[in-house]
């Protein structure tokens, strides 16, 4: 199976600091405000370009067991993108899943916004920054926030950002996984 290109990218989770919830949405979300930071802890995706394949698959490794079908948001954001924009030729994924799930580190969302990232990059598809945003928000909304990353405030379900300015730094933070999956519902 030959190889096109490839690409590869450090997926970063997040860290919420502070939270309010602001009032319940009739589709089953909450109005929030939050401020959000990126965080040096990473899952990493590789993707390779197949040009003998039609399909998209995805490998999981790593520590952190999650599905490789299509309920896997990798999977999900690049059949919205070669929906999107009909591409042919198929893809692996390579995902080294370190991010625990049900954490509220957005490993998930990270990984579905670093495909969209990676594609718009491998196909050279030239989606605008405000685009891919746009995109994202079908897979969830933290995906958004880290299309662009970074220190940002988010308002509505997460989905609304301002990046802020000051710079958090001289501060360490302690991750402390416990036992258990907390769903974000």
Do not use: W
Not at 55 to 72: A, C, F, K, R
Not at 155 to 174: A, D, M, R, T
């Amino acid at each position: 199976m030959p190889v096109l290109k490839n690409k590869s990218v450090f997926s970063y989770g997040k860290i919420n600091i502070g939270l309010k919830i602001l009032s319940h949405l009739p589709d089953g979300y909450h109005q929030i405000s939050t401020n959000m930071q990126e965080i040096d802890f990473y899952d990493e995706i590789h993707i390779f370009q197949q040009g003998d394949m039609d399909d998209i698959t995805l490998n999981v490794s790593g520590p952190i067991q999650v599905p490789s079908d299509e309920s896997n948001l990798c999977i999900q954001s690049a059949r919205l993108i070669f929906n999107l924009f009909k591409i042919k030729n198929g893809i692996e994924i390579h995902l080294k899943k370190n991010i625990p799930i049900g954490a509220g580190l957005g490993g998930g969302s990270s990984n579905a916004a670093n495909i969209l990232l990676l594609l718009n990059e491998l196909y050279d598809l030239q989606i605008s920054e405000n685009e891919l945003i746009n995109i994202s928000k079908e897979l969830g909304s933290d995906v958004p926030f880290f299309i662009k990353g970074g220190l940002q405030q988010c308002l509505g379900k997460g989905e609304i950002l301002h990046p802020i300015q000051n710079k958090i730094s001289n501060y360490f933070v302690l991750l402390v996984f416990p036992s258990f999956h907390i769903s974000t519902k």
